[in-house]
């Protein structure tokens, strides 16, 4: 599976961006997508959870009730909606995926892309 996610930028504090992951390769056993996000000398930490499978769906508690994950798999796309930013927000953001083969678990990642909030 290869992740490459786009949709990153400069944006001021109360403004929206949207995030993009386009998922390839074996997408039909993909059982779990998800963002992270990291700062420079941070741990990465969940910002979101996306189950394909019956379309559930969890937040960090920094983010709840201000993003939204969705996937639209014609486009086998996962994205997420960024409202009400803060300058906290800021960090690099990463598509996840994780796929099940028989017994065998596997872990994906995309290379990141910025979001910058300005105050």
């Known amino acids: 599976v290869h992740l490459v996610e786009s949709g990153g930028g400069l944006v001021q504090a109360g403004g929206s961006l949207r995030l993009s992951c386009a998922a390839s390769?074996?997408?039909?056993?993909?059982?779990?997508m998800a963002w992270y996000r990291q700062e420079p000398g941070k741990q990465r930490e969940l910002v979101a959870h996306f189950t394909p499978g019956d379309g559930s769906t969890n937040y960090a508690d920094s983010v709840l009730g201000r993003f939204t994950v969705s996937r639209d798999n014609a486009e086998n796309t996962m994205v997420l909606q960024m409202n009400s930013l803060k300058p906290e927000d800021t960090a690099r953001y990463y598509c996840y995926a994780e796929t099940w083969y028989m017994t065998t678990m596997m872990k994906y990642w995309g290379q990141g892309t910025q979001v910058t909030v300005s105050s």
């Open positions: 390769g074996s997408t039909s056993i993909i059982k779990a």
